[in-house]
């Protein structure tokens, strides 16, 4: 376990996250009790780990290595909501666990990604935030080297929302991404992509480019991705809607009182206006 701890990247916190986790899946899945962890670890750090270890070892009584990687999909989420991580720390932490919990990491990676994005902190995240923590973890724990979302503007123009890694927003990602909102799909070996769906429409494009050979299950992580987005951005959707609708209705009302100003003046303002200089004239 040292070994493997030592594979981690240093985190500004004077510790190694990756280790961290790796020792508290460790403990979760054999059925051990751990300490709090060492202290040079942010508190606010220390109580959302916490947190997630207490979910996961609900479930420890034997289902140990799924609340292994159930705490570490929690986890990840927590730590990369804080901006906390270093580039490959989740993956060395998922690998490492994998391999304490005696599991092959593809296996693994898979499952704390979709943990990751079951998760209940990752369902309460703003739509665009979700979006973009999603393609951190494609890149983090996928076989993918850049992701990213797009969707069809106003305009009609192909616009990319959301992206990470590297290049993520290249002309090929683009023309891919373009294609599948008009209902071809034009991915090839390296570049992959699905569509996310809105009442049963595409509404969004999620693009990824593969690492390599290493793209061979690179599909199913887009599935996991494109079905948990989906109702986050119909969410936004909804949203963007509601605030439209209030717009109009404030532009309407606006509107008629400028209108009954206008039928004001033109109507029994003038009225007025003409019966006072009528009897201003007969008084004289």
């Not at 190694?16 to 751990?34: H, K, N």
């Not at 034997?62 to 909501?81: E, T």
């Not at 605030?243 to 009182?257: K, Y």
Request: charged share 25%; hydrophobic share 50%; aromatic share 4%.
């Amino acid at each position: 376990m040292d070994a493997a701890a030592n594979r981690g990247v240093v985190s500004p916190v004077g510790t190694t996250l990756a280790s961290e986790l790796i020792a508290r899946a460790a403990a979760i899945g054999s059925g051990e009790t751990r300490s709090a962890g060492p202290a040079s670890l942010p508190p606010d750090l220390r109580v959302a780990l916490r947190a997630c270890e207490v979910r996961a070892r609900r479930l420890a009584d034997g289902w140990g290595q799924g609340a292994a990687l159930d705490f570490l999909g929690d986890a990840i989420v927590a730590i990369a909501v804080e901006h906390r991580f270093e580039p490959g720390e989740a993956r060395v932490a998922v690998t490492a666990a994998a391999d304490e919990l005696g599991l092959p990491p593809e296996a693994a990676a898979f499952a704390v990604f979709r943990r990751a994005l079951m998760s209940k902190e990752f369902a309460q995240l703003p739509p665009a935030v979700a979006a973009e923590l999603a393609l951190v973890l494609l890149v983090e724990l996928a076989p993918a080297a850049a992701g990213s979302l797009w969707i069809l503007d106003a305009a009609g123009a192909t616009t990319c929302l959301v992206s990470h890694g590297k290049a993520p927003r290249s002309r090929r990602l683009r023309e891919v991404a373009k294609a599948a909102l008009d209902g071809v799909t034009a991915g090839s070996p390296q570049v992959h992509v699905r569509v996310v769906e809105r009442w049963d429409r595409p509404h969004a494009a999620l693009v990824a480019r593969g690492r390599g050979a290493e793209s061979e299950h690179l599909d199913e992580y887009l599935e996991e991705a494109a079905t948990a987005l989906a109702p986050l951005l119909e969410r936004a959707s909804l949203f963007d809607r509601r605030v439209q609708r209030e717009h109009d209705l404030v532009a309407s009302g606006e509107r008629r009182l400028l209108r009954l100003g206008f039928d004001l003046h033109d109507g029994p303002l003038q009225e007025i206006v003409a019966l006072a200089e009528e009897i201003r004239q007969t008084s004289t």
